[in-house]
């Protein structure tokens, strides 16, 4: 289930990366910016991690500082109430923005992430007659690093009444994430290699794909 939630959010940041190369590829970010006459950019900002804010400072024509900050919680659990996962990421990014090319919207975004990631798992036994019960419960904690770095590509559309609005993807890249298991039935030793087996399936996910769109106000 952990690894089901994780394959989502990288299939959304591929869908996101190829339409941007499409747009790049049809002509779509030739178009004439106003970075020059406007300093100050706040965004809406939504993606596979979540939804929340996003501020940036155009220093000039070419480079844009910006600071996103968003989250998102997820719940899922069986309905025979022997499974139940939680996801809680909460990321905050400092970045900049590079953009090549002086009369088009495309850029190139690099920088810090810390993220706040973490996914329980909650595991139950259940008697012959399907109720649940907790003399078999297990608890599985995976924790992301707290540091990592960040780089993608995107465009950013500034129109002259100030509205703005920006796609972008890329790639977060961190240590590998760390896993916890909690069973007082079960033996350290047991304990031990499974959760060696998780993490071993963890380091896939030492690079998280992200697609986001923002929109808001340059002023």
């Keep these: 289930m952990i690894l089901k939630i ?13 339409s941007l190369i499409f747009c790049f590829t049809s002509g779509y970010l030739s178009a004439k910016e106003n970075r020059s006459d406007k300093d100050f950019q706040l965004h809406v900002i939504g993606s596979n991690l979540g939804s929340g804010l996003s501020a940036g400072i155009h220093l000039n024509k070419r480079i844009l500082l910006g600071v996103d900050s968003y989250s998102v919680a997820v719940e899922e659990e069986k309905e025979d109430k022997t499974e139940k996962i939680e996801l809680d990421f909460r990321t905050t990014k400092i970045s900049a923005k590079f953009f090549p090319f002086e009369d ?12 706040d990631w973490e996914v329980i798992g909650h595991f139950y036994d259940s008697n012959q007659d399907g109720t649940v019960t907790a003399n078999e419960y297990v608890k599985i904690t995976v924790t992301f690093p707290d540091a990592a770095t960040m780089a993608g590509i995107g465009a950013l559309w500034i129109y002259d009444s100030g509205f703005s609005l920006a796609l972008g993807a890329g790639a977060i890249s961190g240590g590998t994430p760390d896993v916890k298991i909690e069973a007082e039935s079960a033996a350290q030793s047991d304990i031990d290699r499974e959760e060696t087996r998780i993490k071993d399936d963890m380091e896939q996910y030492k690079t998280v794909g992200i697609g986001y769109i923002s929109l808001g106000f340059t002023f």
């Design 6 to 18: 994780k394959e989502q959010n990288m299939k959304q940041a591929r869908v996101l990366l190829f």
């Design 104 to 115: 088009s919207a495309f850029f190139l975004q690099g920088g810090f992430v810390y993220r």
